[in-house]
């Protein structure tokens, strides 16, 4: 059952989810989930990197702010590890130079909070449609 318009927009997308915060990652998680995504969540960037080197993922979303590795060595070690590239899509409070580096390591996209969640949802879904990552990075603010 349907419970509001935009349920099902990410439907059988796979998302590593990457975020220190407890609150906010357990709300992105639920969110993601009533979405239709599968999610796999990190507190960690080393955590991250274990998952995605174990099983493909079609986006990483992550944090730049992580509490062992900086999230743009996360990016770069994500994709070293993984056999298909992830779309990477970051969310972070940090800007200039943060976002250069974020973007220089990989990401596609890269928002800076506070987000709202359409915008969000918006840029999961057009990186799910667009298939297979190019390594092309691009701003959204």
Do not use: C
Not at 21 to 41: K, M, N, S
Request: aromatic share 4%; glycine share 10%; proline share 5%.
């Amino acid at each position: 059952m349907q419970g509001h318009g935009v349920r099902g927009e990410l439907e059988n997308g796979r998302i590593l989810l990457v975020e220190d915060a407890d609150d906010i990652r357990d709300a992105f998680g639920v969110l993601l989930r009533a979405e239709g995504a599968e999610v796999a969540t990190a507190s960690t960037g080393r955590q991250a990197v274990e998952l995605a080197g174990r099983e493909p993922f079609d986006i990483l979303l992550t944090d730049l702010g992580l509490p062992d590795i900086p999230g743009d060595i996360l990016i770069r070690e994500v994709l070293a590890t993984t056999r298909s590239r992830p779309h990477v899509v970051v969310v972070t409070g940090y800007g200039e130079p943060y976002a250069s580096r974020a973007r220089e390591a990989g990401a596609d996209v890269v928002l800076t909070k506070p987000i709202e969640w359409t915008l969000l949802l918006r840029q999961l879904k057009q990186s799910l449609r667009s298939g297979p990552a190019s390594g092309a990075a691009s701003v959204a603010a």
